[in-house]
């Protein structure tokens, strides 16, 4: 297959993901966001393996991946549901850090134009050494930008799935047409072989037999 064919394009686009994929897991690990990371590290994975697959003309490795693309585009509309609070959802729970934690996403206090203020509640009963903080003056709520995170995954997704329905189409064909020729098959090339040689064989029979010599000396 040549260079700009549908293989490489799937090369082009599991490297994409894997580079937004990791780029994702760093502001999730800040953001100490647990399950949004296992789903980040096993993404990575398969990508890996679709990527291998791809190079190694591997289908199998590609169906796999194929298949992950479609849970992945699943997991990314649930984080928009729950960024969006869509069907009793809500940002503000600890769903995404297993109850652990109290923490948000990373871009909650870090976004674009946040103003991170703490102010000190020390005079509070109960509270002291704590701060409160606030923040303010982001230019997008962080919401959007995890929102935003997500389409994205589910837009290379979809065209890897595509891609990937068709590499695999395509390997299968050129694995199923080198069969028909017998590429897999040895006794071909055995038996045109065994022609030149029976030839001989017979030629040097007619010239040694006394049959052979009593036509010559006639």
């Known amino acids: 297959m040549g260079c700009c064919t549908g293989r490489c394009t799937l090369i082009f686009l ?3 993901q894997l580079l937004a994929a990791l780029e994702r897991q760093v502001f999730d690990f800040l953001g100490y966001q647990w399950a949004p990371i296992l ?27 194929a298949i ?15 960024y969006l609070e869509v069907g009793g959802l809500s ?43 606030s923040v303010i003056g982001c230019a997008l709520e962080y919401r959007y930008i995890e929102v935003m995170h997500s389409s994205f995954q589910i837009l290379i997704a979809l065209v890897g799935f595509v891609y990937a329905c068709y590499v695999v189409s395509v390997f299968t064909e050129e694995e199923d047409s080198f069969d028909f020729i017998g ?14 040689t029976n030839l001989l064989f017979k030629q ?15």
Not at 44 to 59: C, D, E, H, K
Request: charge should be neutral; aromatic fraction near 16%.
């Open 14 to 16: 599991c490297t994409l």
């Open 39 to 65: 789903a980040n590290f096993l993404h990575i994975i398969i990508v890996i393996l679709g990527l291998f697959g791809t190079i190694q003309y591997r289908p199998r490795y590609i169906v796999v991946y």
């Open 91 to 133: 940002k503000d729970s600890e769903l995404l850090t297993f109850n652990i934690s109290r923490h948000q996403s990373w871009w909650s206090e870090n976004g674009p134009g946040c103003v991170r203020k703490e102010a000190s509640m020390s005079g509070i009963k109960g509270l002291d050494n704590h701060s409160y903080i």
């Open 204 to 218: 040097t029979y007619l010239l040694i037999s006394p049959t052979g010599f009593s036509g010559m000396e006639g």
């Open 183 to 196: 590429g897999f098959d040895p006794f071909p090339l055995y038996h045109v072989n065994e022609k030149p």
């Open 68 to 82: 992950w693309t479609a849970i992945w585009v699943t997991w990314n509309i649930f984080i928009i549901c729950f």
